[in-house]
T-cell receptor, first 113, second 114 residues
């Protein structure tokens, strides 16, 4: 079946530290891949996306590269800020499967100053 | 991106009652979905709301418990019927526009069942 696996949290970092959140997927076709972010008390926001192999999605200093050979879509940021504290969800969608999103369990990031 | 609103934003309901959640989009969209986010958990798809026809439900979700309507391309409702405390969750609608790959989410409805 189709699924997404994220690294377990919480992740606790100091401001300006480097961030990596691992995400791997299993899919029967060629998925589109997404990172969504949920800030405390807020709704779910699209952070970035990639729709085919080797695509790099980027937004707000975050980046993720669609790696078909390792079925991964790891989220990275070179220097995190306190305002990046949130829950991050990796997700995939498959046109063949009706395009609904399949989410990972989410990773909580806490950044301290 | 589409602007999506949900009503109510939150509610506290007694067990055995029903609540209808509304999702309104400011533009016509191809697809609308309903998800559930249980406390501290990830999002799970409940169903795809199909315009003019019955919704398509995921395994573990049934129409009698979660009836869905989608009368046009900008509006959908989800009803949580005969509620129990296990239904306490955030319910979110999302939309997908023609030619796009990404979904956008409404702000969610936080439901507490006592």
């Amino acid at each position: 079946g189709n699924s997404v696996t994220q690294m377990e949290g919480p992740v606790t970092l100091s401001e300006e530290a480097f961030l990596t959140i691992n995400c791997t997927y299993t899919a029967t076709g060629y998925p589109s891949l997404f990172w969504y972010v949920q800030y405390p008390g807020e709704g779910l926001q699209l952070l970035l996306k990639a729709t085919k192999a080797d695509d790099k999605g980027s937004n707000k200093g975050f980046e993720a590269t669609y790696r078909k050979e390792t079925t991964s879509f790891h989220l990275e940021k070179g220097s995190v800020q306190v305002s990046d504290s949130a829950v991050y969800f990796c997700a995939l969608s498959l046109y063949q499967a009706g395009t609904a999103l399949i989410f990972g369990k989410g990773t909580t990031l806490s950044v301290s100053s | 991106s589409a602007v999506i609103s949900q009503k109510p934003s939150r509610d506290i309901c007694q067990r055995g009652t029903s609540l209808t959640i509304q999702c309104q989009v400011d533009s016509q969209v191809t697809m609308m979905f309903w998800y559930r986010q249980q406390p501290g958990q990830s999002l799970t798809l409940i169903a795809t709301a199909n315009q003019g026809s019955e919704a398509t439900y995921e395994s573990g979700f049934v129409i009698d418990k979660f009836p869905i309507s989608r009368p046009n391309l900008t509006f959908s409702t989800l009803t949580v019927s005969n509620m129990s405390p296990e239904d306490s969750s955030i319910y979110l609608c999302s939309v997908l526009s023609t030619g796009r790959s990404e979904q956008y989410f409404g702000p969610g409805t936080r439901l507490t069942v006592t």
